[in-house]
Nanobody, 124 residues
């Protein structure tokens, strides 16, 4: 089992950048595909980005492609989400998640472990 703790959320202005981190417990971090999801008020949770176990493959939602970058440091058991050119539409609670199965999924129901989330609010 792995425990995930997100950090880095807060209030930012439109156009600003913000970096999120997700620290994982346990020794098997490198065996998990990692993903970032977000949920805005009144909306369903949506996929943001995912990264393969090795970090070689990354995938993004169309809404964040070119603005967000996911990365991971397996030595530090941490996955990151660098967010640039933030807009009010990016306001949400951001969650990181870990998937034990091979491959990279955009489906939240395929992820096994979730963090508690961190709020990102983008003001206009």
């Amino acid at each position: 089992q792995v425990q995930l703790v997100e950090s880095g959320g807060g209030l930012v202005q439109a156009g600003d950048s913000r970096g999120l981190s997700c620290a994982a417990s346990g020794r098997t971090f490198s065996s998990y595909t990692m993903g970032w999801f977000r949920q805005a008020p009144g909306k369903e949770r949506e996929f943001v980005a995912a990264i393969s176990r090795s970090g070689e493959d990354t995938f993004y939602a169309d809404s964040v492609k070119g603005r967000f970058t996911i990365s991971r440091d397996n030595a530090e058991n941490t996955v990151y989400l660098e967010m640039n050119s933030l807009a009010p539409a990016d306001t949400a609670v951001y969650y990181c998640a870990a998937d034990r199965t091979p491959g990279v999924s955009r489906r939240g129901d395929e992820y096994d472990y979730w963090g508690q989330g961190t709020q990102v609010t983008v003001s206009s």
